[in-house]
């Protein structure tokens, strides 16, 4: 049999769950062994991934082709379940803390999992159409997928500042294990501001790049309109915190509020809504 | 963080109504929610084709222009009233602003900057004169400086980043530039197309919504339309080699493809679609003796007038199972109705009047081009990618640039020499507990220094 990426992605796929079970089990059981050996998983199969990514782009060259393996939602399922586990990484290696994974992994498994797994996303190598043939997709799918990654992080660390809020003895137990709430509340706010800026160049690089393929840099497409929403919203959680003051449980909903707008921008609108961005939709 | 709703008192009710944090917040809560009613109801329909949703819900759809929700009365007035109160919530921070802009940093007691939480202080060998030091730490920290006496010595201020104060104002008011944007493209621009037969030319589009003809002020000509497919079948390039004309001279002679538009005086280009037109050859046998080949080009009425026939293609169909398929309409002078009949080309088909029996087969298919091209005209454009830049701009100024002060005091207590020195900043503060550290390493005295 011939390994092709995709074969090394399905791999990645219970990498990833492995390292997601073992964050799990490091944060339940306060078993600090476990925790290296889930950071040393997670770093493995962000290896591998790596890996397969840059040897579908090369499969592409082979099959004469030649573009970035980010064209379909395959391969956008399964670029978020890089981004996501690469900013979780970094936060991991700033913070010096581990249970934040215990919450980050699963996103990108779930989504590498959705993208290896589920029959209707065709996970071939696809040439490209005459409207996908830009650099601007590069440009375009790279930042709008950092800027969701790092919702996705933003989103577990305001479920984590749930959880420890909500709890009637919040320092002990497993809820104590988890990192202080002022720290979980400042993580949200970088993490937030960080995934704005990159949503903000996403729309802009998608709105030149439609004005060059369809001449028109804005033209309400159902995408275009929910990523403008999405906007809005992390736009509204970040004046509420500076100017209204808003900390903690309130900028916590709106976080996960939030990515659930992320999530349908980037779902929701394929399967039920038409648009201009019917290339990501499954087949 | 000041907050801006402190000089309530002062303002006029319309003032405070629109400077509010609370209008924004509701402003960018309610654009969220009701932006997405367009993405759920399909926009731009003919008015009739919202019936379907019952007569109640047609009466909302109607009055609230939700077959066009971007465009109507109410969405602009949000769109608005979010630019006024960008303006004014923006203006209205001006004075603070300012203040701290103009604050005379160096202004600031022994005893102020004792407490400072960044701080280190050393007590100097005697031999060590004050501006010594002062040149070293002036050497090392860079930035602005300014220096005055202070108690028994003198204090020294080095300041970086005062302007990023104004980075909040060069992010609001980016929208505000690209909202101008959309505002010159709207009132002096047009969209519309063109479709061109290989060979044709014209001189106008049609304008998109209107329909109206807009002259262009020169000629496009379609010399060839190609398109070339991938193995599995995908399209993969389509080619209109255009020649653009203007009084009577060929000014650009390029190929246009997806991707790659071409702008001639402020007008720009765009490879939008195409259609393939069919030209069919038939052969009619006639049961009376008679035949005959037919050219039958797409959109027009043949004749064979012996035999009084008419006839043209309805529908066409390229590949049905691997072969070119039409359906032709048929009129004849044995009194029945005109007919329909489909032919696929290599079959024969017979068609049964009263006067005669005809066997008609189709022998082949050339196909001609008609290139789809989107023809645009957006002065503002320009203004919406500055104002892009700007956001970004401003926005990497909000969250990452800092306002650093940092001093140093250098003089004598209690009958001892001693230095300190001390800092802030607005943003990044952990950096710049790393930056002030290195600075003390550089300056002699206070590397190794006691905190």
Known sequence: MNIDSSHILSITTFVYMAAAILYISYWVFKAKRLGIVATTVTVIGFLMQTFALGYRWYESYKLGYGHAPLSNLYESLVFFAWVTIA?????????KSRIIGAFATPFATFAIAYASFNPNVNSQIEPLVPALQSNWLLAHVITCFLGYASFAVACGLAIMYLIKSKSPNPDEGITGALPSLKMLDDLMHQTIIFGFLWLSIGIITGSIWANRAWGSYWSWDPKETWSLITWFIYATALHARFVKGWRGKRIAILSIIGFCSVIFTYFGVNYLLAGLHSYAAPQ | MVTQDQNHSKSNPVIRFF?????????????????????????????QFYERYGPNLFKIIKALHLYDTYHSWWYVTLLVLFAINLVVCTFKRLPITLRLYKRDNL?????????????????????????????????????????????????VLSEKGKWSYWGLYILHGSILVIFAGALVGILLGFKGSVTLLEGEATNHCIQDVTGKPIPLGFTIKCNKFTLSYYRNGTPKDYRSDLSIIDHGRVVIHKVLRVNHPI??????????????????????????????????????????????????IMRYLPDVHGVPAAQLWWADDSGQPPVAIWLLQGEQRELRRTNNIYRLSLLGVTERYMTGLEVKKDPGVWLVWIGCSLLLAGFLIVFWASHRRIWLWVGEENGKKIAILAGTANKNKLRFERDFETLSEKISYFSGGEK
């Open chain 2, 263 to 312: 702008t001639y005086k402020g007008i720009t280009i765009y490879q939008a679609s195409y259609q393939a037109i069919p030209r069919i050859t038939i052969k009619i046998v006639a049961s009376d003796g008679q035949q005959k080949i037919l050219q039958v080009p797409a959109f027009e009425r043949i004749t064979w007038p012996q035999e009084h026939v008419a006839l043209g």
């Open chain 1, 87 to 95: 900013v979780y990484l970094v936060i991991e290696w700033r913070t």
């Open chain 2, 19 to 47: 400077s509010s944090v609370r209008l924004a917040i509701f402003l960018l809560i309610t654009l969220a929610i009701t932006s997405i009613i367009g993405t759920v109801l399909p926009q731009q329909e003919p008015l």
């Open chain 2, 107 to 155: 202004d600031i007691s022994l005893d102020k900057l004792k407490h400072m939480r960044i701080l280190k202080q050393v007590i100097l060998p005697k031999n060590i004169s004050t501006e010594q030091v002062i040149s070293e730490f002036k050497e090392a920290v860079g930035g602005s400086i300014s220096e005055k006496p202070l108690k028994n010595g003198k204090i």
